[in-house]
Nanobody, 123 residues
Framework: DVQLQASGGGLVQAGGSLRLSCLVS????????VGWFRQAPGKEREGVSC????????YSANSVKGRFTISVDNAKNTAYLEMNNLKPEDTAVYFC????????????????WGQGTLVTVSS
């Protein structure tokens, strides 16, 4: 069974950076899509970014384009979300997920989920 473990959240000032990690076990990241979602207090969960390392396809939400970068280290079976120029509105619990849809239209229907990691951006 595929398991995901997210880490790297924390408290950062606006304009700062964080890197989230998602360690995957029970499967190879080279074989399926991996993505990051977030859920802010009182809001619905939203897709942030996803990628399929086998063909290099990626998707990022408009709200994070140019600031967040998703990447995969297949040797470590770990996905990353590099977050730069963080804003208070980026405050949320971030989740990594695997085995879903990732395309121009967005990201959806993921089968496997890790626990969340909290990112808090102070103004």
């Amino acid at each position: 069974d595929v398991q995901l473990q997210a880490s790297g959240g924390g408290l950062v000032q606006a304009g700062g950076s964080l890197r989230l990690s998602c360690l995957v076990s029970g499967g190879s990241l080279d074989d399926y899509v991996v993505g990051w979602f977030r859920q802010a207090p009182g809001k619905e969960r939203e897709g942030v970014s996803c990628t399929f390392s086998k063909d290099g396809s990626t998707y990022s939400a408009n709200s994070v384009k140019g600031r967040f970068t998703i990447s995969v280290d297949n040797a470590k079976n770990t996905a990353y979300l590099e977050m730069n120029n963080l804003k208070p509105e980026d405050t949320a619990v971030y989740f990594c997920a695997a085995f879903g849809f990732c395309g121009v239209g967005g990201m959806s229907e993921y089968d496997y989920w890790g626990q969340g990691t909290l990112v808090t951006v102070s103004s």
